[in-house]
């Protein structure tokens, strides 16, 4: 918890982002290369704790090389259904943190996991050309109601 936030804040961000990181099955993720940002979807999955986040890439896609030059990311996952109300009701939260690839019986739990979340995306995972990439959260930043902004920081 922030020391910004006081306790029932932080219980209503974290309420926010279980039910975001339940109902959302896509995010945006941010890399960057040489300081220039650059933003993908991705499909993901989130452990119970809120500390990883998975997601599947091509290894010959610009993300990829981004993610080998510069492993720290960010990625929003959001509710906003592209209504003019989304600004004021939409809820948002970005995880900061890094990113690695997975290898050996790691991959192979994490690929049954993110499979178990996304069966349409079995043959993809499988396959020896897509990497799974573990994102290990610091810390969350939940924004609702427009501007109430509570930050959530993760102990290892």
């Known amino acids: 918890m922030s020391p910004r936030a006081d306790r029932s804040d932080a219980h209503e961000a974290e309420r926010v982002l279980r039910a975001l990181l339940a109902e959302r099955h896509v995010g945006v993720l941010a890399t960057q290369s040489g300081g220039q940002p650059y933003a993908s ?12 986040l998975l997601f599947a890439t091509p290894r010959p896609t610009r993300k990829f090389a981004n993610l080998e030059a510069e492993p720290r990311v960010a ?4 509710s906003r259904g592209n209504e003019p109300e989304d600004l004021h009701r939409a809820a948002g939260a970005t995880a900061v943190g890094s990113a690695r690839e997975l290898t050996g019986e790691e991959r ?12 349409h995306m079995a043959e993809f995972v499988a396959s020896p050309s897509t990497a799974l990439i573990c994102v290990s959260v610091d810390t969350w930043f939940v924004v609702r109601r427009f501007q109430t902004v509570t930050e959530l920081h993760l102990c290892p």
């Open 108 to 119: 192979a739990r994490a690929a049954e996991r993110f499979r178990a979340r996304h069966p």
């Open 41 to 52: 979807l991705v499909a993901f999955v989130a452990d119970d704790e809120m500390r990883h």
């Open 75 to 78: 990625m929003l996952i959001d």
